[in-house]
Structures are given as C-alpha cells and as structure tokens.
C-alpha cells in the first residue's frame, strides 16, 4: 500500500494505438457502449417522463390506487425500483461481459512488459 | 420512553442543549482518535489524497454516501416532504436516480485514468496547462458553493439544537466546526476524513432506520395509514399529490425540470464524490463503491419519505415552520416527539457530524485541487516533489478552512438548498460535458473543453445573479434590488445544454487535433485498467 498506481507505471512503453486497433479492444469497447448508452438513455427519459407527469400532468398522478396511495407514489417508488435494478443488471453484465475480456488485455499488455524488461511484476490483478 | 409524547414544546428543547454537546463531543473523541490512528502512514502524496488507494469498495461507499447525505439532503429533505409534501420527495429521487450517471458512465472510467484530482482525467489528452486551469477553476467553484451550503446550514442548525439564537453565538459555532474540521482534514488527511464519513454514515443511516421503524410501528405498518395521518393533520389533502412547491406557476414548473436537470447530471461532476473514486485500489472496486452508495443512499431516502409524512402527522407544519430552525427542524423535531430528548440528541449530533463530515471532504478536495492541478502542475510546472505538493496542500487546507468559516458566517441564514442547487447546477454545467466528451469522443479537442468548461460555469453563476434568487422578491439575497432579468431559479435547463453545444462547437472549429497516440492511451487505460490497477499487487 501508499504506493501511487501509475507513477510505478509498467504500462508507459506500451502502444496504445495498436491495442486500441486489435479486434479484441474493439469489442470491449463495442459491448461496453452498447451496454452503457442506451441504458442512460433510457432512465433519463424515464425520469424526465415522470418529471413532467408530475408538473403537467397533477390529475394523472393523484388518481388514487389503494388507500391513500396515489399513481404518482408509484411511479416516484418505481423509480426507486428501476434505478436498483439497473444498478443490479450493469453489475451482472460487467462482470460477465466486460470484466474477463478487459483482464485478458490487461494481462497481455502487462505480461508483455514483464518479458521485455525482466521486471517481475506480473499483471495479474484480479 | 413512551411511545407518545405530547404535542412537541419547542421550549423545551433549550433543556437538551447539554446533551446534544455531550453526544456530539463524543462523537468528536471517537472520530479524532481514529483520525489520529488512521494518520499514522500517511507519507506520500497518494496516501494524503487518496488514503493510499486503501479502501475497499464497500467503505468507500459507505464514505460516499456519507459525503452525499449532507445536512441538506437529510434535514432539507425530510423538512421538504413535511411541508410541501409530494414536491420533497421528488428532490430525493432526483438525487438518487443521479448516480446512475455516475454509475454507467462515469465511476470506472475515471478511476483508470485519473491520478488524483478531477483534472487528470480532463487534462490526460488535451493540452496539460489551460485545461487543467479551467477544471482546477471550476472544482474551487463547485466545492466553495458546497462548502458556503454547508457552513450557512450550520449556523441555521445550531439555532434550533443548541439553543443558540443570537448573530455571536453562532458565529461561535461556526468556527468550532470551522477548527475542527481543518484539524480532521490536516492529522487525518483523505484516510482520515473517510473514516469521519464512514462513521457518519453509518450513524445517520442507523438513526433514521430507527426512527422510520418507530413511525411506521406507530401506524401499524401502513403506509396508507400514515399518508392518511398526515393530510389530517395538515388538513391539506394535496400533500400527497405534486404540485404543492413547484405546480404554484408555468415558471416554477420550468424550474423544477431545471433544478431536476442539475441534480440528475450533477451528481456524477461534484469534484468531491469523484475524489472519492481514488481511493480504491481498482475500477471493480471503484464500482463496488457506487453500488454501495446506490443502495445505502436510495434506502436512506426511502426512510426520509416515512420521516418526512411522519414529521408532517405526528408533529405537525405549523409547529415546525415556527421551530427556530424551520423547515429544517423536522426531522430533529420528529426525533424529540418520538424517544424525547435522547432521540433528539443522537440525530442532533448526527447532523452535527454531516456537516463536520461534509465540509472535511470538500476542503481536502479543494486543497487537492489547489496543490496538485494549480501548484504543482502550473505554478511548479511539474518540478515540485510530492512532498513539497502536500505542503502545499495542507496550507491550503488551513486557508480554505478560514475562507469557510468567515464564509459561514458571512452566509448565515441563506437558503441553504439553494446554494447546493447552485454546486450541482455549476458541477453539471462546467464538468459534466468535458468529463463525457474526453471519455466518449474521440475527435474533442482543448479548445472545446475550455469552451465547454468556461461557458458553462460562467453561463451558470451569470444566470444565478440575474434571478430571482440573488434580486427581485422577497425572498431573495438583495431583497431590495431587482435586476433580475432571468425568471428561473435554477439555472440548469440554460447553462447545461449550452455547455454541451459550446464543446461541441469549440471542437468542430478547433484547426489543431489532439494527439491520437494520447487519446489511444486514454481509451485503452479507461476501459481496461491497464497500469491503475497496480496496486492491488503491493
């Protein structure tokens, strides 16, 4: 511990050009903002929806569902409920799709410059 | 204790003054000796900032959702919902639904490629000097609103909890908070403060679980129930439907999408909940740590909603709005009604520690800012040796220190929501476009993140002076002036997408192209964590 993590840079002679070119880069970048952007798209709409229903649409939301709970209850709790379950499903899907191919070239780059200065510093962090 | 005590006596809170400065100076014993214990190797640069990247993404969730439920969030909003009822719980949701920017976007990213502060990552590709300025400008910016917020709701909180009413008496506080906090931040450094907001956390989190769980047992677990309990009370059956706060005009429903828009981007540009994902050894954890933070801050605001129709049934608004604190002693009156002045003096001390807490985080991170972006990096040129930069950065915690609490005193008695509205409006406008543009676009240049980030941040506090907040009503800064030329409150829904256009327009006419090798680097370090995660092999 309390050593600075890129100032023990093992990786500051690696070109990056040609790791951001190789087909394996591509796809974790592909299935990261594959992922990513339009899951962001999609709960800002969805909570800018509901923003506007509860400025605009003040009748809508206080329709009564069950006992003193009205629409707009719901929908600020299922807001609540979405943001959980993105949360959940983005971690799920990291540590599936993203997690091994970004170790993998991780390893690669830093496997690399253990061979090539003898430095033992295996990169092999988890 | 009994379950029910009678209609709450504000006078009779003057009689736990005592025990609220027992339990906060408890909580101040504790906190410094495992400040004192967590300082011990506190040696290099990395271990001052960034506690040595030592945390695990749980206690730094812990510590950022410590950082994040400031006193405006826990006593703002449960006052919010007494009062105006369904309008306060729509601020919650907008805070929590923010992280998902953080989360999705932001988090991981940033931990691969930054070092410390908010401008390496901005500063990583683009030319070092002039963006590193600009971000170091806009961080300052952002933390010294925040930091105004937090040390004007000290002073306002103190009225109301120790019973001190008079301009001296509380300007005393103040610089209590003031001098104790600059001791927290200088022994303790980042480690330090984290374990302050750790502590908090917790406290805070375990007191309102306490007190949602009371509520609802008193409504025998129905929420309906307690909905019902609180429209009788107020006699007001709107309290449950929106509209109450911001449905009085077509203005104040534009003001809500834009206050609705600055704490959603917000949240994922505050500089000091960035920070925070430096103190983990690698990305995964620096995920963790959102993860937590989600879950910890969504739960807490899920309780203020009980605590907040609790306040509105069991104590009632008119008792509240009379309280010395206002809208703000809701939740701390909803406390004495519930276990009497024990109660009172837990969440009391609590909030106490919020402010302590929050205010420690965001002065390191100034200070951070200030020696490793502004000293070391422009006026050093990169020639200053990490000790000579925390040096720096300790003086420059003393003098931030000093700047909060003549600011404190000085802002006294301002709305506090508004000046932490104003942080994330700023926060959304200055960082948020450059963050996501140097991440996500290849093609950004310098010159479109100056523009992005001076735009922004001078299109936000431009429009702030010229609104109603600062002139023109009566409930403004400068009530008797009015130049207040733009009707908004909050800025967002202007300054924000102006600072995405401008980064855009600055990019597409910028002659010069930044260097691809760079932007390779960026890409690569960003997504696969090459060479930050080091330091899990230590």
């Known amino acids: 511990m309390g050593h600075d993590a890129q100032e023990t840079d093992a990786a500051a002679a690696v070109d990056f050009k040609e790791v951001q070119s190789t087909e394996q880069f591509q796809e974790l970048r592909t299935r990261h903002r594959s992922f990513v952007f339009p ?52 971690v799920s899907y990291s540590n599936r799709k993203l997690d091994p191919i970004a170790s993998e070239i991780r390893q690669e780059i830093e496997g690399h410059e253990f061979d090539k200065h003898g430095n033992p510093v295996g990169g092999t962090a988890k | 204790m009994t379950l029910m005590v009678p209609a709450v006596n504000v006078a009779d809170l003057k009689d736990t003054t005592l025990l609220n400065m027992g339990i906060f100076a408890l909580f101040v014993a504790i906190t410094m000796v495992i400040v004192i214990r967590a300082s011990r190797n506190n040696k290099t640069a990395a271990d001052y900032y960034a506690a040595g990247r030592s945390f695990t993404g749980p206690q730094n969730g812990t510590a950022i959702a410590g950082d ?27 805070f929590l639904v923010a992280w998902l920017v953080a989360l999705l976007l932001v988090a991981e990213l940033l931990r691969n490629t930054g070092k410390f502060t908010m401008a390496d990552v901005l500063s990583f590709r683009l030319k070092q000097r002039p963006v590193r300025i600009a971000a170091a400008i806009s961080t300052l910016a952002v933390c010294f609103f925040y930091l105004l917020a937090q040390m004007a ?7 109301l909890l120790l019973g001190i009413s008079d301009w001296g008496g509380q300007a005393l506080v103040i610089i209590v908070v003031g001098a104790l906090m600059i001791m927290y931040v200088l022994i303790g450094g980042m480690k330090g403060t984290t374990w302050v907001q750790i502590i908090k956390a917790m406290l805070l989190i375990a007191g309102a679980a306490v007190m949602t769980f009371w509520v609802l047992a008193i409504y025998g677990f129905n929420l309906s129930d307690l909905l019902g309990g609180a429209v009788e009370t107020s006699g007001n059956p709107n309290l449950l439907n929106p509209g109450l706060q911001y449905g009085k005009t077509e203005t104040s429903k534009v003001d809500f999408l834009s206050l609705g828009l600055a704490l959603v981007l917000g949240t994922a540009a505050l500089p000091h909940v960035l920070m925070r994902f430096y103190t983990v050894p690698t990305a995964k954890e620096a995920r963790k740590s959102v993860v937590w933070s989600i879950w910890l801050i969504g739960i807490f605001y899920l309780f203020t909603l009980v605590l907040g129709y609790g306040a509105a049934a069991l104590v009632g608004a008119d008792t509240i709005k009379a309280a010395p604190g206002g809208v703000n002693s809701a939740a701390p009156l909803l406390a004495f009604h519930l276990g009497g002045p024990l109660l ?29 972006d502004i000293y070391a990096s422009v006026i050093a040129k ?26 404190g005193i000085f802002a006294n008695g301002q709305n506090v929501a508004f000046l932490v509205a104003l942080a994330f409006a700023v926060a959304a406008s200055a960082n948020l476009p450059t963050i996501l543009y140097s991440l996500f676009w290849r093609r950004f240049t310098t010159q479109g993140a100056l523009w992005s980030m001076y735009g922004g941040l001078s299109a936000a506090i431009i429009l ?9 009503a009566k409930t403004s800064m400068i009530p008797g002036a009015n130049f207040a030329i733009f009707p908004l409150s909050n800025p967002g829904i202007v300054s924000i997408p102006l600072a995405f256009f401008l980064g855009w327009l600055g990019t597409v006419l910028d002659k010069r192209k930044e260097d691809a090798t760079k932007q390779a680097e960026m890409e690569v370090r960003s997504l696969t964590g090459v060479g930050a995660e080091k330091a899990t092999n230590h």
């Not at chain 2, 709701?153 to 009225?159: C, D, R, T």
């Not at chain 2, 702030?464 to 023109?472: K, Q, R, W």
């Open chain 2, 464 to 472: 702030i002076a010229l609104s109603p907040v600062v002139s023109g």
């Open chain 2, 68 to 94: 994040y439920l400031s006193a405006a969030s826990f006593l703002g909003i449960t006052g919010a919902i007494a009062i105006n009822g369904y309008d306060g719980f729509m601020y919650s949701i907008g």
């Open chain 2, 153 to 159: 709701g000290a002073g306002s909180l103190i009225s």
């Open chain 2, 344 to 372: 009172l003096g837990f969440i009391s001390a609590v909030a106490f520690a919020t402010i302590l807490a929050v205010v420690a985080g965001l002065t390191i991170t100034a200070a951070a800012s200030f020696a490793h």
């Open chain 1, 39 to 90: 899951l962001s798209i999609a709960f800002l709409l969805w909570y800018f929806a509901y923003v506007l229903l509860a400025d605009y649409a003040v009748g809508f939301m206080s329709i009564k569902v069950w006992g003193n709970i009205n629409v707009g209850l719901i929908l600020g709790l299922l807001q609540f409920v979405s943001t959980f379950a993105i949360t959940g499903w983005y």
């Open chain 2, 382 to 407: 990169g020639k200053a040796d990490a000790a000579t930069e925390v040096k720096v950065a300790r003086r420059t915690v003393v003098v931030i220190g000093l700047l909060a609490i003549a600011g």
